[in-house]
């Protein structure tokens, strides 16, 4: 076995050691918050987490005599002040392993004097109830030489979020899973990824020579809705002040157009046109109409099929960064969602992970959440995704307005830097595990520094996320772009030059 690193001795304090914490002085090693530490005990080996670490010198302590000695001399050169300055370390015990190897509540505090000693890994992995074996490899655990290896089923099965301000690596962290997934032996179980990929920033997953042929990439502006699909009621969704008697002609010529085969937005139109009806029916809809068709989001059918969409071990990324109506946006995400997760319960889709950047535009919560399209069907997937496969992961820099009916159904939550003191409340009211102490760790996390809490960890744990395989597609640097649309322009207007 290999020998642990001791790095520290208990102290006495006025209320530690007791069950629940004890302090330690830090002897060697390098001791971080978050760490996890072993310390035996009488009842077996107690495994704590670093909450909170101090400098202490008795030299200082007594403000009155410090002022006083500050006034006639120095006191680091009356006095070996320097030697008698310790860091301390505030634990929090988290459990106690007993001589059998079985996992239990402490009952029994350290004793002063105990030493401390760096965590076993195979302890830590058995602790946080990792999965060495088939586990998806997000990255390492932070302060120790452990694997982030989260079991696929725990980690994605009751839903995941991704929150942190922009910035902080969530699209980096997801592009990391979505490596995985791909990437899992089909003995391991392979799911299905759709990515609603706002900025485009998913599409260079396509750049690692192993995943290339499991990407495909679709421009959303070219996706088309198939009219004959769907029912009056989604256009007036899409046009909120769209009267009943509007909505029921609609159906009734839709219904109509049905019996003849199949149409488009122009055939709903000249058929509102040669109908009988009256004025003040028509003259609105007709407007409805040409409002939808200008959209241009609909046709005669589907486009791309999305019945054979999702394939298992494959990624399906729909880039949205040439839509850039959110409605648009909205009632497409709608429609995919609800259409895949019909397949799903039918059997006829594989299971699968979907994945929606900007969720809170998307899955809103507050003032905007009623005209939000999309939201229904996202909170379904969240409830009820889960007992037929079909598992939603939502990313999001303003958790405060997402919604809180989608958020709390994600059990997994990665969590990046956070500074916002509104969102690092919301972030705390949500995950009842989350301490004071760790919420303030989460403000100080550098990019790429996660928490991971909920299902798939038996504790909440700090995780660097690993470097990714594939390239990142990085926008241009200001300054490049700036050199090259001067560029462009100055060959611009040489060209007219010759007009
Ligand atoms: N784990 C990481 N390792 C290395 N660099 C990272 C990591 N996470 C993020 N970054 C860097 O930070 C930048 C911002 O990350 P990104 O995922 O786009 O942030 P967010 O999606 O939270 O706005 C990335 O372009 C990348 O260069
Ligand atoms: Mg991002």
């Known amino acids: 076995m290999q020998e642990q690193q001791k790095l520290g001795t208990v102290i006495a304090t006025e209320d530690s050691p007791s069950v629940s914490e004890f302090s330690f002085v830090i002897h060697g090693g390098s001791v971080k918050r978050g760490q996890f530490?072993?310390?035996?005990?009488?009842?077996?080996?107690?495994?704590?987490?670093?909450?909170?670490?101090?400098?202490?010198?008795?030299?200082?302590?007594?403000?009155?005599?410090?002022?006083?000695?500050?006034?006639?001399?120095?006191?680091?050169?009356?006095?070996?002040?320097?030697?008698?300055?310790?860091?301390?370390?505030?634990?929090?015990?988290?459990?106690?392993?007993?001589?059998?190897?079985?996992?239990?509540?402490?009952?029994?505090?350290?004793?002063?004097?105990?030493?401390?000693?760096?965590?076993?890994?195979?302890?830590?992995?058995?602790?946080?109830?990792?999965?060495?074996?088939?586990?998806?490899?997000?990255?390492?655990?932070?302060?120790?030489?452990?694997?982030?290896?989260?079991?696929?089923t725990k980690m994605l099965q009751k839903h995941l979020a991704v929150l942190a301000m922009s910035?902080?690596?969530?699209?980096?962290?997801?592009?990391?899973?979505?490596?995985?997934?791909?990437?899992?032996?089909?003995?391991?179980?392979?799911?299905?990824?759709?990515?609603?990929?706002?900025h485009g920033e998913y599409s260079s997953l396509i750049s690692d020579p192993l995943l290339k042929d499991k990407v495909e990439v679709i421009d959303a502006s070219e996706i088309k809705i198939g009219v004959p699909n769907i029912s009056a009621k989604v256009f007036a969704q899409l046009c909120p002040s769209m009267s009943a008697t509007q909505v029921r002609e609609l159906n009734n010529i839709m219904d109509g157009l049905r019996g003849s085969g199949t149409f488009d937005v122009d055939k709903i139109i000249s058929a509102v046109e040669s109908a009988e009806m009256k004025e003040?029916?028509?003259?609105?809809?007709?407007?409805?109409?040409?409002?939808?068709?200008?959209?241009?989001?609909?046709?005669?059918?589907?486009?791309?099929?999305?019945?054979?969409?999702?394939k298992q071990g494959c990624a399906t990324i729909l880039d949205f960064k040439n839509v850039l109506d959110l409605r648009q946006k909205q009632m497409i995400v709608a429609y995919i969602s609800r259409k895949l997760f019909n397949l799903r319960r039918k059997n006829s889709?594989?299971?699968?992970?979907?994945?929606?950047?900007?969720?809170?535009?998307?899955?809103?919560?507050?003032?905007?959440?009623?005209?939000?399209?999309?939201?229904?069907i996202i909170e379904t997937l969240a409830r009820e995704g889960r007992k037929f496969y079909a598992n939603i992961c939502l990313i999001s820099q303003r958790p405060v307005q997402l919604s809180t009916t989608a958020l709390s159904q994600c059990n997994t939550q990665i969590i990046l830097r956070v500074t916002n003191p509104y969102d690092l409340d919301h972030i705390k009211k949500s995950a009842e595990s989350i301490t004071q102490q760790t919420l303030e760790i989460i403000s100080s996390l550098k990019v790429g520094e996660a928490l991971v809490i909920g299902e798939a960890t038996n504790h909440p744990v700090f995780v660097k996320i690993r470097k990714r395989r594939s390239k990142e597609s990085h926008g241009e640097k200001l300054e490049d772009y700036a050199i090259k649309f001067e560029k462009a322009n100055k060959k611009l207007a040489e060209g007219k030059d010759f007009i």
Not at 167 to 181: C, P
């Open 37 to 152: 530490i072993t310390v035996k005990t009488n009842e077996g080996t107690a495994i704590a987490t670093v909450q909170n670490i101090f400098k202490t010198n008795r030299y200082f302590e007594s403000a009155g005599s410090v002022h006083e000695y500050s006034k006639s001399s120095d006191m680091f050169s009356a006095f070996p002040v320097k030697e008698w300055e310790y860091t301390v370390a505030e634990t929090k015990i988290l459990g106690t392993y007993t001589n059998d190897g079985s996992l239990q509540r402490a009952s029994f505090p350290p004793s002063p004097g105990s030493e401390i000693y760096e965590v076993e890994t195979s302890m830590l992995n058995k602790f946080l109830g990792l999965d060495q074996e088939k586990g998806i490899e997000l990255g390492e655990i932070q302060q120790h030489e452990l694997k982030a290896k989260f079991n696929m």
């Open 167 to 198: 910035g902080a690596g969530k699209s980096y962290a997801v592009s990391v899973l979505v490596e995985e997934l791909l990437l899992r032996p089909n003995e391991q179980g392979r799911i299905a990824v759709l990515i609603i990929d706002n």
């Open 280 to 310: 003040n029916v028509s003259a609105p809809l007709l407007a409805w109409m040409h409002e939808i068709k200008a959209m241009d989001i609909f046709g005669e059918a589907d486009y791309p099929n999305f019945d054979g969409l999702l």
């Open 349 to 376: 889709a594989p299971p699968y992970l979907e994945i929606i950047e900007e969720a809170h535009n998307f899955c809103p919560e507050g003032s905007k959440a009623e005209h939000a399209l999309s939201r229904g």
